[in-house]
């Protein structure tokens, strides 16, 4: 067979030459805006040439820090397009993290939403690599700023080249982009992602037991541009000529909806959290949400009850779906197998709440304590990947060696394994309770006590424990209909039956609201930190 390198420009230039009609619809600050794929090809081409204007080489890194929209998604395209690595900053972290993972990445240029430039006011003089910004705005002049030197999106733009030939001369393995994992202790971990593995990658999005994007598609990637390149989406919805939703800057649950709605969007694409936030909206106001023939959800688990309001109230399918910033991210989908069609509802759901089964072209193990765990969806062990859209290492990072280990990705996630395969997260290794020598589940009593009616969001840590080492403590947000009517006693009740005695909270408090991470999950170690304050002070 050839020996055809597969790259990233060869996903733009077949949307160019085939779906030059279909169209990205891109909220931004002003309004939505709708550009065609052959527009934004011309575009791609122009941002790429002037990023060879400005001197930036093969190899070098470009860092983009952005909300999601038509600007963000050509220098997805550009950067890679003429040998750079595209390095989409986390726009959620602190000031300082920024500045490391700048440095850390040795960016050159940044593409930055003029929203942001306060942030950079702040940490330029920390940020040793930059020699240009370049500020993407829809307003015709860029507000005063000391950045420098400093050029506005479109205007530099309309000086590129719009027939600019994409840099071939790229060989499949070499970096194209790059993510840092969004480290809720210690520094954040960078993962380069190489031509060859988004490439193969987005064909895993469009394989139908998968996500099944192709070209009739709606898509909407929720999941920030900068959170594992929201999930791939970007690059395989191009490559297929899928329309593509922006939901773009600020967006709240009411937007979500209404895009939905006006877009006829098919598939959208974000964590748990946003989707706890549509729900409402959903259960308040009603929306015509017929279009959508799945919500992917991933990045942390998903109540059962939250899939089966999805599905039961509103027909809304709703997919279950793991990864990481190490594995592109998709590697593990719940979808139902054809004989499985004749199971109870109750069933089907437990089903659904697994995060599912192997994606093809990876492969994993399940490492226990002793070897390789049994298929009986109760030993737990760390689940290992290896794959081609798997990371090797981190770049330029002595912690590879922890998590990268005899060629396989040790994950840090403990799972079980059910006889048909489906894999169930259980826990990271770090947030799994251990009492008297025995392992709790965060997880099965967070989505437990949200599969009450009464309970918008419910976060289990472990506190220290004199006797039993640790023990676990619920910490829950009532919706608001429900609130000062709902007791503790109520909520341990509902529990109860559902687990063996000792796995129960030792104490369930009501806060206002659960401490997030910058990509929307239970922040636990906050939340820990918050609960230990309120015993030492009770
Ligand atoms: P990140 O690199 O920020 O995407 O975080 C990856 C981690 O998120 C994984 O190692 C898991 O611990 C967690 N995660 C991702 N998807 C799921 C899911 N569907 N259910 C439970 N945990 C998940």
Redesign the pocket.
Known sequence: MMDVQLTVPLMMERAEKFFAKKKVISRTANGIQRLSYGEIGRRTRQLSSILVDFGVEKGDKVGTFAWNHHRHLEAYFAIPGMGAVLHTINIRLDPNQIAYIINHAEDRVLLIDDCFLPLFEQIKDDLKTVKAYIIMTDNEELPPTSLYPVHHYEKILQQGNPTYEFYKEINEQEPAGLCY??ATTGDPKGVLYSHRSIVLHSMALGLADNAAVSESDIAMPVVPMF??NAWGLPFAAVWFGTTLVMPGPFFTPKLLAELIESEKVTIAAGVPTIWLGLLKELEEKEYDTSSLRAVLC?????PKGVIERFEKKFNIPFV???????TS?LVVLSRLKSYQSNITDEEKYEYKAK?GLLVPGVEMKVMGKDGEVKWDGKEMGELLLRGPWIASEYHKDDRSHGAFCDGWLY???VVTVDEEGFIK?VD?TKDLIKSGGEWISS?DLENALMAHESVFEAAVVPVPHEQWQERPIACVVLKESAKNHVTKEELMQFLAPQFAKWWLPDDILFLDEIPKTS?G?FLKRTLRDQILTHYQSE
Do not use: F, L, N
Request: hydrophobic share 30%; aromatic share 4%; net charge neutral.
């Open positions: 994992t969004s959170h594992v991933g990045g942390s688990a998903a279950h779906a793991y990864g990481m910033t190490e991210p995060q994950t840090g996630d997260i990271r997880v990509v999950k």
